[in-house]
């Protein structure tokens, strides 16, 4: 079965300033899978991740060339609208950073800000928690003050501020990294169950876990795009004896 391509970068090149950070990246991310970007820290993964919604526009001298293409669009022209970009390919960050409201106005705040009747608001909220699997834990204390969740809560509810504006793309950078193992269990539950609605492309340091929530893996070194494939491929019989030794431990 062929599976449609939601999101496609070719040649792509990007420099913080004078300093080239990635090299000629070719990617296909297909829809309603999850890609996985694994390789060590400083590789490329995360600068990867926010070319793909020009997250990197922010960074003084950031400049990114090549095509970045979402549902055959150019990402990267300049005729596109960030604001629109960012609300179809949405993004979870390493941190949690729920704003300082009520668990429920971080969920409805996006879609206030984009003039949603107040009247759909709530129903969409609910919604949006249920997707990201802390409804049940919070539905008695909407209007407290998100800031008293705990870690794994908090990012949760992070997932549910960004699905409420239903992105197409959902990038989602070490999400898990410091939660505990029952919280970050949680987490790649709401993404096996999310996949079946958007794409999610992950950026994971866990070998672990890019085994047991990817479809496909891609390995990054040095800025460069070293090997992708199916998850089960790269897992047990990667191309290269490089991603083998980082998959394995070996690496370095």
Do not use: W
């Amino acid at each position: 079965m062929t599976v449609e391509c939601k999101l496609t970068t070719r040649n792509l090149d990007f420099f913080y300033g004078k300093v080239q950070a990635l090299f000629d990246v070719n990617l296909n991310f297909p829809a309603n899978r999850v890609t996985a970007l694994i390789g060590p820290s400083g590789c490329g993964k995360s600068t990867f991740l926010r070319c793909l919604n020009r997250m990197n526009d922010l960074i003084p001298g950031a400049r990114a060339t090549g095509a970045i293409q979402l549902d055959g669009e150019d990402v990267n022209s300049p005729r596109t609208d960030v604001v629109s970009l960012r609300r179809r390919v949405g993004m979870v960050f390493q941190k949690p950073n729920p704003f300082p409201k009520t668990i429920f106005e971080n969920v409805a705040y996006g879609l206030r800000v984009n003039g949603m009747d107040k009247a759909l608001i709530a129903g969409r909220v609910e919604e949006s928690l249920r997707r990201a699997a802390i409804f049940d834990e919070v539905k008695d204390r909407l209007h407290a003050s998100a800031l008293g969740l705990s870690g794994g809560q908090q990012q949760r509810l992070c997932i549910a501020r960004a699905l409420a504006v239903e992105p197409q793309v959902l990038l989602m950078d070490e999400p898990a990294s410091a939660l505990d193992p029952i919280a970050t269990q949680k987490i790649e539950e709401s993404i096996h169950e999310l996949k079946h609605q958007l794409t999610i492309i992950i950026v994971t340091h866990n070998m672990q876990q890019a085994a047991r929530i990817s479809d496909r893996t891609a390995f990054f070194y040095m800025g460069k795009l070293i090997e992708e494939d199916d998850t089960g491929v790269m897992f047990t019989r990667p191309k290269l004896n490089q991603t083998e030794d980082y998959i394995t431990g070996r690496f370095g």
